[in-house]
Nanobody, 115 residues
Framework: QVQLVESGGGLVQAGGSLRLSCAAS????????MGWYRQAPGKQRELVAT???????NYADSVKGRFTISRSNAKNTVYLQMSSLNPKDTAVYYC?????????WGQGTLVTVSS
């Protein structure tokens, strides 16, 4: 059974920082592209950041310079370090694991940024 379990969400003041974690099980973690996506109230889910098995990163323009995605293959965990948060970052953040033949999602963790 494949599971992606996010943690680390919560309430933070504008300008603050938060670190999200996603622990994966049931996959060969090291070969997957891992990603973070988010869905704000009333909006579509959007890409936040991805990190390939080879170490290549991709970020949404809205988070470049503020967010950092990283992974620990030894821990089967991907992280999203978020800094300089603003209320526009408020969303449910979802963890994703992807290879061409498979796509898995976590259930999400809520990040609320207050002003």
């Amino acid at each position: 059974q494949v599971q992606l379990v996010e943690s680390g969400g919560g309430l933070v003041q504008a300008g603050g920082s938060l670190r999200l974690s996603c622990a994966a099980s049931g996959i060969i973690f090291s070969i997957y592209t891992m990603g973070w996506y988010r869905q704000a109230p009333g909006k579509q889910r959007e890409l936040v950041a991805t990190l390939t098995s080879g170490g290549r990163t991709n970020y949404a323009d809205s988070v470049k310079g503020r967010f950092t995605i990283s992974r620990s293959n030894a821990k089967n965990t991907v992280y999203l370090q978020m800094s300089s948060l603003n209320p526009k970052d408020t969303a449910v953040y979802y963890c994703n694991a992807h290879i061409p033949t498979s796509d898995y999602w976590g259930q999400g963790t809520l990040v609320t940024v207050s002003s």
